[in-house]
């Protein structure tokens, strides 16, 4: 069973910017549909995005426009990049690739 782990969240201003970073602990070149969800206090969990191979993404309505998602062959890494954070992103912020799940990684936006 391998590994996703989450990393780069913290507390973020409103109208401020983060890139979390997800590591996989095999090769990530034929890893496709790599997705990032969110999920806040007392919230079911939420599709934000997804890495379909090379450049091609797919992105929840809410954040099309401010987050992007990227990914890094050498490092075994994909990063959400997030832009124009409203308080709203508040939450605990996972990447999954088919039943690998992350621990999470914490974005608290707030003035």
């Known amino acids: 069973q391998g590994q996703l782990v989450e990393s780069g969240g913290g507390l973020v201003q409103p109208g401020g910017s983060l890139n979390l970073s997800c590591a996989a602990s095999r090769s990530i070149t034929t890893m496709y549909n790599i997705d990032w969800y969110s999920q806040a206090s007392g919230k079911q969990r939420e599709f934000v995005a997804r890495?379909?191979?090379?450049?091609?993404?797919d992105y929840a309505a809410s954040v099309t426009g401010r987050f992007t998602v990227s990914r890094d062959n050498a490092r075994n890494t994909i990063y959400l990049h997030m832009n124009m954070l409203r308080p709203e992103d508040t939450a605990v912020y996972y990447c999954?690739?088919?039943?690998?799940w992350g621990q999470g990684t914490k974005v608290t936006v707030s003035s």
């Open positions: 890495s379909l191979f090379e450049d091609n993404a």
């Open positions: 999954k690739w088919k039943d690998w």
